[in-house]
């Protein structure tokens, strides 16, 4: 299993995800489209409600914020495929 490295953000990445939620988009969704967990969504909005919503001086390329989504997304999909594999192997087992 691939494990992601720990990515660190802006501060200013980390407000907008927030403003994207406050917007009335679900924490689900942009959590998904930045390639973030929906916990460190969850967390940066709770940090911004008490106004501490700190940034790291590390700068994230819009490629590496990318790649990080990519990884995600591949990650979730290999997921997918293994579930699926284990059904189809369940109901060919079962139609003998």
Known sequence: MYKIPRQSYTGEFKREAVKMV????????VARQLGISEQTLNNWRKAASVDK???TSKVVTPAQMELSRLRAENQRLKMEN???????????KESL
């Open 53 to 55: 919503l700190a940034g």
């Open 22 to 29: 406050e917007a009335g988009q679900r924490p689900a969704e």
């Open 82 to 92: 293994e579930i699926l594999k284990k059904a189809a192997a369940y109901f060919a």
